[in-house]
């Protein structure tokens, strides 16, 4: 069992900064952040490998950055430039890329951004 446990969401207004952080129980391939919205399907924002290659959604791309410290088990995303469209809760990810073990999820941290 692979335990994540998130940290760092909040309320901000528009244009401000906060950084998530997600702590894995155990080392794990690919790490990373989910969002969503109620009544909309789970998005991806950004995931990061254990060698450092790192995906963005278009939205996001040049505001997020997230990486990782492969020592702790940890990942981190940046958010500069927030806007209330990124008002979501927002979800670690963390998946061992095996094709056997299933994708874990974090507890959920409600980001929001007010204009």
């Known amino acids: 069992q692979v335990h994540l446990v998130e940290s760092g969401g909040g309320l901000v207004q528009a244009g401000g900064s906060l950084r998530l952080s997600c702590a894995a129980s155990?080392?794990?391939?690919?790490m990373g952040w989910y969002r969503q919205v109620r009544g909309k399907q789970r998005e991806l924002v950004a995931t990061?490998?254990?060698?450092?290659?790192?995906i963005y959604a278009g939205s996001v791309k040049g505001r997020f950055t997230i990486s990782r410290d492969n020592a702790k088990n940890t990942v981190y995303l940046q958010m500069n430039s927030l806007k209330p469209e990124d008002t979501a809760v927002y979800y670690c990810?963390?998946?061992?890329?095996?094709?056997?073990?299933?994708?874990?999820w974090g507890q959920g941290s409600q980001i929001t951004v007010s204009s």
């Open positions: 990810y963390a998946d061992f890329d095996d094709r056997v073990r299933p994708p874990y």
């Open positions: 155990v080392k794990i391939n690919t």
């Open positions: 990061i490998t254990f060698g450092g290659f790192t």
